[in-house]
């Protein structure tokens, strides 16, 4: 039996989670995960599908089995919504796209590697001032004395990575996260045969953009942390948040060292914010898990997690006493089952938010790897 909701394996039922909102459950095979929730949303045209999960002929033939449950058949799917960059949620919309014309819809910034390469970060200046701005809680007016500060770390952010790429080495001295050769090899000939599939946006959207579903208005939220790319849909008038994997039910998104803007933890502290203050959200419907009702109990149980998780961090400075490595913090950090790329990255965000905030101090070993003490 699984621990965690996440976990559990695909239920073949097609259920009504909300009004004209279909909950279908796809097989996946990733570590920690059993399913990732496609939804399907109603209307006179047809029906929009939210996260088509793992690129593939395998869950291609689930989701067409699911829509035939509900009566419905791939021509019937008009838009794929895709809340974030990972494959596991937006495997089929190619597909979609290119057997029935579907539009996809995703964030303006939407990119995947290994094409994907690093450019500017996928929260603008401001909105990285806004983070820093909540956090501190900083006078709104503040918010444009900040900027320099804020353009100065993203352009670190940015030769850290070029330099880490170009050598093969994390910025804190460890081995890159990356796909295995034959899975690259695979990117590269689908990608070449054109029939890569990783989409194309068709209909960019942003934080604030409103999408017709249902009949019904439908917000966009955008929520960086997890990647820089996620969003959100809340429907007011059901109460209905589509949470992607921003607000899971029992388990936390992994937020790496690596992205998109210089303190990705302070990204998603302040989306988990966004959201806890929604007001009415009587539903939310994550993707993976069960929907859940207490989206501002959530959130703020996440956000406890990772400030526990910095209380740690200067713990463990303590005890060492003595200026230390991303490696040296993270084998304390997590059990030994745990050690690796994953755990070093999740590391590292935590000791760069700290030196964000003026919590740590970094500096830099003869062989190039960062050393730290946390205060």
Request: net charge negative; with cysteine.
């Amino acid at each position: 039996m699984a621990k965690r909701q996440e976990q559990e394996p695909a239920r073949e039922a097609v259920r009504e989670v909300a009004p004209d909102v279909l909950r279908m459950e796809l097989p996946i095979r990733l570590p920690g995960l059993g399913h990732v929730n496609c939804y399907a949303i109603l209307d006179q045209e047809g029906a929009a599908v939210v996260d088509p999960g793992l690129p593939g002929s395998a869950t291609w033939k689930v989701i067409v089995q699911r829509l035939g449950q509900a009566g419905l058949q791939p021509k019937d799917v008009h838009s794929v919504i895709v809340t974030h960059s990972h494959p596991d949620h937006f495997g089929g919309a190619n597909r979609f796209a290119r057997e029935v014309g579907a539009r996809i819809i995703g964030h303006h910034r939407f990119q995947f590697g290994p094409f994907s390469s690093f450019q500017e970060p996928e929260v603008s200046v401001d909105d990285l001032a806004a983070h820093h701005v909540h956090a501190h809680g900083l006078p709104e007016e503040e918010s444009e004395t900040l900027a320099p500060a804020i353009e100065e770390a993203i352009e670190e952010a940015e030769t850290i990575l070029r330099r880490a790429r170009a050598q093969g080495r994390t910025p804190w001295g460890g081995s890159m996260m990356s796909a295995s050769f034959w899975r690259r090899m695979r990117f590269r000939v689908a990608h070449a045969l054109g029939r890569s599939f990783i989409p194309t946006i068709s209909m960019p959207v942003e934080h604030g953009d409103v999408l017709t579903l249902a009949d019904r208005e439908w917000f966009v939220i955008h929520t960086p942390g997890h990647t820089g790319d996620h969003i959100c849909l809340h429907d007011p008038e059901s109460g209905v948040l589509l949470a992607g994997d921003h607000v899971l039910p029992t388990i936390t998104p992994h937020i790496g060292g690596i992205g998109s803007s210089p303190d990705p933890l302070a990204s998603f502290f302040y989306s988990l914010d966004r959201v806890a203050e929604i007001q009415d959200v009587g539903q939310v419907l994550p993707a993976h898990g069960h929907p859940f009702e207490d989206l501002a109990g959530r959130a703020g149980a996440i956000k406890r997690h990772h400030e526990e998780r910095l209380g740690k961090v200067r713990s463990i400075s303590a005890e060492l006493g003595v200026p230390a490595n991303v490696q040296a913090f993270s084998q304390r950090l997590f059990k030994p089952r745990s050690w690796g790329a994953m755990a070093e990255s999740e590391t590292y965000a935590h000791l760069e938010h700290l030196r964000m905030k003026g919590d740590a101090e970094r500096s830099e070993a003869p062989d190039g790897q960062f050393l730290y003490v946390a205060g």
